[in-house]
């Protein structure tokens, strides 16, 4: 526990063999849940998680469904379980558990629903990232504050930490199950009314081998922002639309 509440981990995992054993060794000791979701994994990943001396609870997906789909699956047991915050850190070692009170802290303290890791304002980012990575970081999270209204620096780091309203608010089965799933995810935030904070942490890049390819960046991450933005626009004029109805039956029941 951390002043007292309780805390789950979502730990996706997707042939992560090599790395999640560390990774949940890395975890910080006042955690009291640790699940992991293993999005069908065709090599060792769950043999090597039992090797980390850490206890997990362990949820398997038949069929392999996305980064986004293992997180909302986490999540979910995460609510069933009572944890009052939920925080997701990559199977690949690419968080790090230092950073984790921080991303804990506002939510702690009342002052945020969902806290999201910035890792482009981490002074080493230049050298910890690789360029390409970075630069891509900096389109892409500009074109979802344009878009989509947030504000958030980094809008494709995935280390982030929620509390119970925002795991009831959100329709996990309408979450973009893939990679993009970060910008699908602030759009529902906004829509909902949920506070973001951003908060610093570490860039940590390593022997980790990414799952981003070149059609992830060309063509889906940039179609599930615009998918969001067309959503938001059309939430916002349904919005628009019923208070005008509300104005004119207003006025009509005055005459």
């Keep these: 526990m951390l002043e007292s ?53 362990l949820i398997r997906h038949e069929v392999n469904q996305g980064v986004g789909a293992a997180i909302a699956t986490g999540c979910r047991h995460a609510l069933r379980l009572g944890a009052e915050f939920t925080a997701v850190m990559a199977a690949d070692g690419q968080m790090h558990p230092a950073d984790l009170p921080s991303l804990l802290a506002p939510l702690v303290a009342g002052e945020a629903d969902y806290v999201k890791g910035n890792r482009l304002s981490c002074p080493t980012v230049r050298r910890a990232m690789p360029w390409h990575r970075w630069l891509g970081n900096l ?52 829509s909902f009314g949920l506070r973001v904070r951003d908060v610093p942490v570490r860039a940590v890049y390593g022997d980790e081998q990414s799952g981003i390819r070149l059609y992830h960046v060309a063509l889906v991450i940039p179609f599930v922002i615009a998918r969001a933005w067309l959503r938001r626009r059309a939430m916002h004029r349904a919005h628009a639309s019923a208070s005008s109805a509300a104005t004119e039956a207003i006025g009509r029941e005055a005459q």
């Design 139 to 190: 389109l892409f999270s500009s074109l979802t504050r344009r878009a989509l209204g947030v504000d958030v620096q980094d809008s494709q780091c995935g280390y982030a930490a929620m509390n119970r309203r925002t795991k009831q608010t959100l329709d996990w089965d309408r979450l973009w199950k893939g990679y993009g799933y970060p910008n699908d995810l602030l759009a529902w935030l906004s």
């Design 5 to 57: 509440k309780n805390i789950a981990v979502v730990v996706p995992a997707y042939n992560e063999a090599a790395l999640i054993r560390g990774t949940l060794q890395s975890v910080p000791s006042f955690v009291d849940h640790i699940i992991v979701v293993d999005d069908a994994s065709t090599d060792a990943t769950i043999e090597a998680a039992k090797t980390a001396g850490r206890p997990f609870e």
